[in-house]
């Protein structure tokens, strides 16, 4: 989930927030973001990656763009009347991107958190993830995170994951990323290794006998929601609304089950 390299893109938001009026839009670069104006138009236009599997992706590698926040962005759209126009974007950059006006919103797994909300406008979360422990089926010395304690587990120098394990007592071994840690584990080579839950569950959906299963979660889960500039609260309320009415018809649920195998968005 988009939890890191956010202090390059807070201090650009220090100096360009006020860029961000809604629904000013006029240059070439800019779009409307008001919500009136972009009914107007009939077109949102929403800032993603592109190359965030499996969330906003070029099926195949150069086929269209899909994923899951790709879709709840059409769904949400459709509610709200109007067509989506993606503004493919790197992350670093993402945020100056929202700040410019150059889209309405980001739809790329943004997690709230205190920062991000001195600066931005969030949506209700559609995504909630717990940390995780995975470990090789059948595995029962550990459910629960105490059960590190003394254990070897597999993580990326860089993560939160990796304080998580060191603070409950495990011996970690550095790893570049989640596939090098799950082969540790698959090989039996490490005890156990701990990320968030969307990642297992995309593992799986592409590895569906892969003998790993969820020892324990955390309480607190990371949550993840469109951005909007600071102040754009009448198409927040509006996203928002379309996201309730998606939850009861259960849409939400259909496209995270296409995509996680269950439901994430609550």
């Not at 009136?36 to 599997?53: F, L, N, P, S």
């Not at 990326?156 to 596939?179: F, I, M, P, R």
Request: glycine letters at 8%.
């Amino acid at each position: 989930m988009r939890i890191h390299k956010t202090l390059a893109a807070l201090a650009l938001a220090t100096g360009t927030l006020t860029l961000a009026a809604c629904g000013s839009g006029g240059a070439d670069d800019t779009a409307q973001t008001g919500l009136a104006a972009i009914q107007d138009e009939g077109t949102i236009v929403v800032g993603t990656e592109g190359t965030y599997r499996p969330f906003s992706f070029h099926a195949d590698g150069a086929g269209d763009l899909t994923g899951y926040d790709v879709e709840i962005t059409e769904a949400v759209a459709d509610k709200l009347g109007v067509d989506v126009k993606f503004e493919e974007t790197q992350w670093d950059a993402i945020f100056a991107g929202l700040d410019a006006n150059r889209f309405a919103m980001i739809a790329n797994q943004v997690s709230i958190n205190p920062d991000r909300e001195k600066a931005y406008d969030f949506s209700e979360p559609y995504t909630v993830s717990p940390g995780v422990i995975v470990v090789p089926e059948g595995e029962t010395s550990i459910s629960s995170f105490a059960d590190l304690a003394g254990k070897t587990t597999a993580q990326s120098l860089t993560s939160n994951w990796y304080t998580l394990a060191q603070e409950n007592g495990a011996k970690v071994e550095a790893v570049e990323g989640w596939a090098q840690a799950v082969s540790l584990l698959e090989q039996g080579r490490v005890d156990a290794t701990v990320n968030d839950k969307l990642t297992y569950l995309d593992y799986m959906q592409q590895t569906p006998d892969a003998p790993l299963q969820i020892a324990a979660e955390t309480d607190d889960p990371a949550l993840s929601a469109f951005a909007f500039a600071k102040g754009n609260t009448e198409l927040r309320d509006a996203v928002n609304e379309a996201l309730a009415e998606l939850r009861a018809d259960g849409t939400l649920a259909e496209i995270s089950e296409k995509y996680f195998g269950e439901n994430v968005t609550e």
